[in-house]
């Protein structure tokens, strides 16, 4: 039975191993402690337990000639992933990968000032969290020289799905910009971003960076007030820039500092994806469905 290995087993990565499994692979995961081990083993997956926030306590992880998928998050702070760091300390000739797919953010590319971003568009970021994973794609890449392994990033947009709508934000009354006031923003529903994760690791050639999109261009606003009414709440308030500035957590204003409208021809055309979800209102309806 082919082995493969899922870093960071949450909801995206319990997705995918659930596919493979189905497929007849062995997927081995980790899980941060015994408890979350035990989930996982529950649903048939080999857990290994350990954190990837120091070095000491890094497990030893077995991924030689395996698809490797990376979805562990950075952690939160500082401009260096050090999980990541930690975890290619581990990598070696003996343990070395066939093939790893690679999680980042769309993040990467800085605000764009909402033109158009192709994957030929240079890396330009802008927080600390962008700059984070900028160091996990060089860490990945010097490895990848380093060992001959093949390497595929996925710069992906945000995520939405079942379990990962923003109901509480909305219902804790935080506002959003006023229209005209917000730059372009992109998402990816959870179910295309598995089906994107599995295509990447069978089709795409070692080197290739995909945007990760559903092509829908649209604000913030929009998504929150489309999430209010998929939910029947009220719409947020709305509030000029100026005033987010004094209200709005530093996090969330970031975000919304940043427009770029992503490219996801490649992804279409290179991976031959036909989005399952092409627009956040067919999403939704199927988040509606899943519940």
């Known amino acids: ?94 343990n070395c990968p066939e093939k790893i797919v690679y999680i980042s953010t769309s993040g990467v590319y800085g605000d764009c000032g909402g033109e158009v971003v192709t994957e030929e568009t240079p890396v330009n970021p802008q927080t600390a969290r962008a700059e984070r994973r900028v160091s996990a794609e060089n860490q990945l890449r010097e490895q990848s020289d380093r060992l001959g392994f093949d390497l595929v990033i996925l710069r992906v947009t945000g995520i939405y799905g079942p379990g990962r709508l923003p109901v509480a934000r909305i219902m804790q009354g935080h506002p959003v910009l006023l229209p005209g006031e917000g730059g372009y923003t992109n998402r990816i529903h959870a179910l295309d971003l598995v089906q994107i994760c599995l295509a990447a690791m069978e089709r795409a050639d070692h080197g290739e960076i995909f945007n990760v999109s559903d092509g829908e261009q649209s604000t913030m606003t929009d998504y929150f007030n489309a999430v209010a009414d998929y939910s029947e709440l009220p719409r947020p308030k709305q509030i000029s820039l100026a005033q987010a500035e004094k209200e709005m957590n530093p996090l969330m204003l970031s975000y919304l500092k940043e427009s770029r409208q992503m490219d996801n021809s490649k992804l279409l055309n290179k991976l031959g994806i036909e989005l399952l979800y092409p627009t956040l209102k067919s999403g939704l309806q199927a988040c509606r469905e899943e519940q």
């Not at 191993?17 to 997956?45: M, N, P, W």
């Open 1 to 94: 039975m082919k082995i493969t290995t899922i870093i960071g087993c949450g909801d995206i990565g319990s997705r995918v191993g659930k596919i493979l499994l189905e497929q007849g692979y062995s997927v081995q995961v980790t899980a941060k402690d015994e408890e979350r081990a035990a989930d996982l083993r529950d649903k048939g997956f080999l857990p290994v337990v350990g954190h990837f926030d120091y070095q000491e306590d890094t497990p030893e992880i077995d991924v030689h000639g395996q698809q490797v998928f990376y979805f562990m998050p950075p952690q939160g702070g500082g401009k260096t992933d050090a999980r990541m760091l930690n975890f290619c300390r581990k990598l070696s000739a003996e």
